[in-house]
């Protein structure tokens, strides 16, 4: 797997189209040649893969699901011992970020390349002279589940949740199906329906298109897209969207039908996610994020990011999921005085899964929420103490929607989930203990729930509209 992800680094190095912000993408003949053949293709697609690990771990984006919703805080500097904000969050910590200078503007771009290399494939693929049908609709499969699931995250940072309005009618993201052209192509931002609308097209074809043998004949099946993470996908994409049936049985289909398992109690703190990893991307041979940047201590540095206190006093002595904390006493200068005072790191990325994207225990809190929401508390509070039992916990009696989402928080803790759950469920931020920022809690509706489009794309695209509040 690493052999041929460094071989595609040349072709996105070389052939891969430009960000549209800065010059769209213009097709050469060596992209006709580089995508002519099932060689090419698939040095193309595993390209795909590459970019989309460097696109998905970009600290601003890894970290924001938690650092917004006060998940996270900072670690003491080795050097000086104090406590400030990590330069890569400084604006979206404070919900303040800014347009000409975004902390998500490295994502932005990274997305949208790469979704223009992924409709370069998709336009090439049924052209392959020595790639069989099935081969063709499995490179076509894993490409339109990529182009979902970036579309997907896009929205989540740009787009206010589904109900914001009642019938869906604000802006959501740029949705590309198409290689963008210099100079001709100037795309517009869609509603919030429109893109849901082409979220499940692009997921429900992929879903019909997968075959029984992943595309790039190396590696493990949750190295690369698969019928299960679409399935998964898709149960998300139903829950934002409030189809609660639709998030049901995409949820059951995984947890009923497939071979993954949950981690069993007395092996969360050793083997972490092992069992329950359904999508993975597979790790390179560079040191690269989130190990710098959540878990790897060196002589002259630590983790930026810890567990607030607000999140690690949810946990009780006898939960399982504590051992994937790692405690560390660290002198700390306040007002010029030094203190010795504890930090919990993650050890969920030090233990197995360092490129972990999807695992077993969304299906069941998807199906949990979906399940509640439709009114069948029964079968949330079922899903849910599967979860509490398996961390070691006795069952609870009830469950409501704040329960629920407490339980997921716990749970997905590192996992760049809740403040994206808050959001959609027109929740209130509360960041209490070790928040720096200037606005520890704001509130529900707010504009800077959601970044602002970089200020490069609307000055270059006068189509592009600017998110309001910004």
Aim: charged share 20%; hydrophobic share 35%.
């Amino acid at each position: 797997m690493k052999k041929i992800i460094f071989t595609a680094i040349s072709f996105l190095s070389i052939y891969s189209c430009s960000d549209f912000l800065y010059s769209e993408p213009v097709e050469k003949v060596s992209i006709t040649e580089q995508l002519g053949t099932k060689e090419g293709m698939l040095v193309a697609l595993n390209g795909a893969y590459y970019q989309l690990r460097s696109t998905y771990f970009t600290e601003s984006a890894f970290v924001y699901g938690d650092l917004l919703a006060g998940n996270l805080t900072f670690s003491p500097s080795a050097s000086t011992n104090t406590i400030s904000i990590d330069a890569s969050v400084t604006n979206i910590y404070q919900f303040d970020d800014q347009k000409e200078s975004s902390d998500m503007a490295a994502f932005y771009s990274s997305c949208y390349q790469l979704i223009n290399n992924i409709n370069l494939i998709l336009q090439y693929a049924d052209q392959l002279p020595d790639a069989s049908s099935a081969e063709i609709s499995e490179i076509k499969a894993e490409a339109l589940a990529l182009r979902a699931f970036t579309n997907f995250y896009l929205y989540k940072h740009y787009g206010q949740n589904y109900t914001y309005t009642s019938d869906a009618s604000h802006l959501g993201i740029v949705y590309n199906t198409a290689p963008l052209k210099v100079g001709i192509d100037y795309p517009t931002r869609k509603t919030v329906a429109e893109n849901f609308v082409s979220l499940e097209n692009d997921i429900q074809q992929a879903i019909s298109l997968f075959q029984p043998n992943h595309a790039i004949p190396v590696g493990q099946k949750k190295n690369f897209m698969n019928i299960d993470a679409a399935k998964l996908l898709a149960a998300e994409i139903a829950l934002w969207k409030n189809d609660w049936q639709k998030a049901i049985d995409y949820s059951n289909d995984i947890i009923q039908n497939s071979s993954y398992t949950l981690t069993s109690s007395n092996e969360i703190g050793t083997n972490w996610a092992a069992s329950e990893s359904i999508f993975e991307i597979a790790n390179t041979n560079e040191n690269e994020f989130p190990v710098t940047v959540l878990y790897s201590f060196t002589d002259k540095g630590r983790p930026n990011y810890v567990a607030s206190e607000d999140i690690y006093n949810l946990f009780s002595a006898n939960d399982q999921r504590k051992n994937l904390f790692e405690t560390q006493n660290l002198v700390t200068k306040i007002s010029g005085v030094s203190y010795t005072l504890p930090y919990h790191f993650t050890k969920k990325y030090k233990i197995k899964s360092e490129s972990l994207i999807y695992r077993l225990g969304l299906a069941y809190f998807i199906r949990a929420e979906a399940s509640l929401k439709s009114g069948n508390s029964a079968q949330a509070l079922n899903d849910v103490n599967i979860i509490r039992n398996r961390a070691g916990l006795t069952n609870l009696s009830s469950v409501n929607l704040d329960i629920l989402l407490e339980e997921k928080r716990k749970e997905f803790v590192f996992e760049n989930q809740y403040f994206f759950d808050l959001m959609r469920n027109h929740k209130n931020i509360v960041r209490n203990n070790g928040c720096i920022s200037t606005n520890c809690s704001p509130t529900y509706p707010n504009n800077k729930f959601v970044a602002p489009i970089p200020q490069a794309s609307v000055n270059i695209n006068s189509a592009m509209q600017q998110n309001p509040g910004y």
